[in-house]
């Protein structure tokens, strides 16, 4: 079951978007943490361990890449599901995303039934229910 979500995205618009996106796709009562950059990413998964991380590709100090390099080697946080949303994103980087252990890669723009079929496959990883709400 999905109770942490951490929403890395530089645009504090674009996470208030995955967050209602994520509510309507059946997880309002998941507790939502907010983070501008990879840094803050890291930092806020290591705080509330958490059950997925939402990510942009494109942001200061930390990219989505570079975020995902520095999950796939730690220990703690190499197994927590990642869902990437970008508008960017060529081959190449959508397969080292893939190798580092992504999820799901998601293009912009997304919506709540997009997000219903990612979740649904989280919730499969997690060994839990498909939750709908």
Same mark, same amino acid.
């Given at each position: ?14 996470? @208030? ?25 890291? @930092? ?8 997925? $991380?939402?990510?942009?590709?494109? @942001?200061?100090? @930390? ?36 190798? $580092? ?12 039934? $997009? ?19």
């Amino acid at each position: 079951m999905i109770k942490n979500i951490v929403i890395a995205d530089d645009s504090a618009l674009a996470r @208030m978007f995955i967050r209602r996106c994520l509510e309507i796709a059946g997880l309002g009562d998941a507790n939502f943490f907010e983070a501008s950059d990879g840094s803050e990413a890291i @930092m806020r998964m290591k705080e509330v361990k958490a059950d997925l $991380l939402v990510t942009d590709l494109t @942001m200061p100090n @930390m990219n989505g890449i570079e975020l995902m390099r520095k999950i796939s080697v730690s220990p703690r946080l190499s197994g927590t599901p990642v869902l990437v949303v970008t508008s960017a994103g060529n081959v190449e980087q959508r397969k080292e995303l893939l190798e $580092l252990g992504v999820t799901r890669i998601l293009s912009k723009p997304i919506s709540p039934p $997009l997000l219903i079929e990612a979740i649904q496959e989280v919730n499969e990883i997690l060994g839990g229910g498909v939750n709908k709400n």
